[in-house]
């Protein structure tokens, strides 16, 4: 399956591109033709911190941001993404003048909780959100509910993909989104046309890679 890996490149950095491979995929709420492969632009820091620097552009000297909260294993992007916000004169209501990069812990069923000792990097706290991928939404939407449960006021959502373009009235700043991928279809499973067409999937996925079928 890997060598049909494709490269996409980025518009906004020539050091950026999605890797991507065509087939038939699972996701926790969808069905997709295409699995992005996130893993460089996680890990690799060259990548982390041009991925971090073109997402900073949306927020520089426009919103005050105290916590970045990190999913799917977005921490080194969230880092530089911190630095680079900081270094251009980010808003920060924060008594220390600094920010917090935390994520989430995922309980059984799903559910988003932060424990005790990292609660009050949220409570009262002006916090972004920031995924690898965003699908259908419904990440986001669960995200930004664990956030105000804990006392937390969302200023917006950055994804490095995704398909949606706001959730709950917050714009989702991206690198890649459909007009990088403009046959990209997320479906729910039971009108999947793969499906319907007796294609096999190729692979169940999610933030963390994939598991062939």
Known sequence: MEKRMMKVPSKANSHLALRVIPGHFATTHSHINYYIDMTYLKARQS????????????????????????????EIIGSYL???????????????????????????????IFRDNMQSMIANKHVLLLL??????????????????????????????????????????TLF???????????HATECPLCKAGQKLDAIVNSYGYSKM
């Open 132 to 173: 690898a991928s965003a699908t259908t939404g419904i990440t986001v939407k669960r995200a930004l509910e664990c956030i105000r449960y804990y006392g937390g006021i969302p200023e917006g959502a950055a994804a490095l993909f995704s398909a949606v373009d706001s959730v709950e009235g917050f714009r989702v700043s």
């Open 82 to 112: 911190a630095d680079e916000l900081t270094k251009n004169g980010i808003m920060s209501i924060n008594a220390h003048k600094t920010m917090y990069i935390v994520s989430p812990e995922i309980h059984t069923g799903g559910q988003l």
């Open 47 to 74: 990548e982390a911190q041009a991925a971090a620097r073109v997402l900073a552009g949306n927020y520089e000297n426009t919103t005050y941001i105290d916590t970045i909260v990190c999913m799917d294993g977005c």
């Open 177 to 187: 989104g459909p007009r990088d991928l403009p046959d990209y279809k997320s479906v």
